[in-house]
C-alpha cells in the first residue's frame, strides 16, 4: 500500500469537509471544491480529531495506484481552499503582450493574428503589466492545466527566448550557429 495514502489530512480550522456516497466536499475561506472518488476508495471525515482518511478496500494494481493519488488531491483542496494556489507565466519577445477582454485572455505572440482564450469558471486571470499573465485560483488541477495552455501557445525558443514560460522557469540558452569564411 501507498505510504502518502496511508498519512491522513488533517483539516485546518475553518475548513469543513463532508463525504456523501464517496463525494468529498470541502469549504474554506476561498471556495468550496467537490470531488468524486474511486468505488474501491473509502474516504472518512473525522470531525472530532480534524482528519480526512482515505482506505483501499482491495489490493488490485489499479487501486493502490489511485490510492496515493486520491490523498494528495484531498491535500490539495484544502490548500486550495484555504491559501489557494498561483501560477505566473511571462511573455517574452518584441510586440508580444497580452490584455483581458471581458472573461477572455487575448495574447498577440507573432502570429498573423491575436489568440483568444476563455478564462474558465473559478479562476482569476490578472495582467499586472501586459509581459506578465498571473493565474489564481482554489483548484490546482485547474490552475495547472491553463497556465499549460497558455504557456503552449508558444514555448519560449531556446535562441532567442521568444514566447512564453512560467516566471520561475529556466530556459537553457543555446549558442547560434557561426559562420566561417573559406579562405
Known amino acids: 500500500m ?11 480550522d475553518g475548513v469543513k469537509a463532508t463525504v456523501t456516497d464517496n463525494k468529498l466536499k470541502i469549504t474554506g475561506p476561498k471556495g468550496e471544491l467537490e470531488r ?3 468505488k474501491n476508495l473509502t474516504v472518512k471525515v ?4 480534524k482528519k480526512i482518511t482515505i482506505g483501499c478496500l482491495t489490493t488490485a494494481k489499479e487501486d ?13 483542496m484544502v490548500i486550495g481552499v484555504t491559501q489557494g494556489f498561483e501560477k505566473k507565466i511571462e511573455i517574452h519577445g518584441t510586440g508580444y503582450n497580452g ?10 505572440i507573432g502570429f498573423s493574428h491575436p489568440v483568444k482564450t476563455q478564462v474558465p469558471k473559478g479562476l482569476t486571470v490578472t495582467l499586472p503589466n501586459p509581459n506578465l499573465v498571473v493565474i489564481q485560483g482554489t483548484d490546482k488541477e ?6 499549460a495552455n497558455i504557456r503552449n501557445i508558444k514555448l519560449a525558443d531556446p535562441y532567442n527566448l521568444k514566447g512564453t514560460k512560467y ?11 557561426t559562420f566561417v569564411s573559406g579562405t
Open 2 to 12: 501507498s505510504r502518502i495514502g496511508k498519512r491522513p489530512v488533517i483539516i485546518p
Open 36 to 38: 468524486v472518488f474511486h
Open 46 to 49: 473525522d470531525e472530532a480529531n
Open 64 to 76: 493502490k495506484a489511485i490510492y496515493g493519488s486520491s490523498r494528495s488531491i484531498t491535500q490539495n
Open 99 to 108: 490584455k483581458l477582454q471581458g472573461t477572455e485572455l487575448v495574447i498577440n
Open 142 to 147: 485547474l490552475v495547472g492545466q491553463f497556465s
Open 167 to 177: 516566471a520561475d522557469e529556466v530556459i537553457k540558452r543555446k549558442a547560434g550557429k
